[in-house]
């Protein structure tokens, strides 16, 4: 299951993830950069916790649901975390922004009242190029807060 749909694929058993969504699945939004799990640039969420695309096997996944960035929000509904990243512009070049969103809900699933400090540790495996961590750890503050506001 990807984003919620059923793919039937046969991969070599030593596909990664990452290269099964990319170039069997054309779901682009996964970034390939270090393919070493040092960035986190290609963060995706294995029944619900994040991982990193270039080291999971695919067939590890079997009979397990992926949620790659297509699949949080819409274009008409963004996901609160997508939505605070653009409002407080914490995607500068967004190469990495697709695995720091990702990463960013995981985190807030696990702890949805973060301090500052838990958000960088949280995110700590999440690099950005752009040095625009201010900003990201601004943007998952705001999405913690709303998030918190609309269950009341």
């Known amino acids: 299951m990807v984003n919620g749909a059923a793919f039937d694929v046969t991969v070599p ?6 290269s099964t969504l990319r170039d069997r699945l054309e779901l682009t939004g996964t970034k390939l950069v270090c393919g070493r799990g040092e960035c986190g640039a290609c963060t995706v969420l294995v029944d619900g916790t ?3 695309a270039c080291l999971t096997l695919t067939a590890a996944c079997e009979s397990r649901a992926v949620t790659t960035i297509e699949g949080i ?5 963004l996901h609160p975390v997508q939505a605070a990243f653009i409002e407080h512009d914490a995607a500068q070049c967004g190469f990495c922004t697709p695995g720091q969103i990702v990463a960013a809900i995981a985190l807030l699933e696990r702890n949805p009242s973060p301090t500052e400090d838990d958000v960088r540790r949280g995110m700590s495996g999440n690099l950005c190029r752009c040095g625009t961590y201010p900003k990201i750890v601004r943007a998952v503050m705001a999405a913690a807060d709303q998030a918190r506001a609309a269950d009341g």
């Not at 058993?13 to 990452?18: C, P, Q, V």
């Not at 929000?73 to 509904?77: C, L, P, S, T, V």
């Open 50 to 52: 994040a991982v990193y």
């Open 13 to 18: 058993d030593h596909e990664t993830l990452l």
């Open 73 to 77: 929000g819409r274009e008409d509904a």
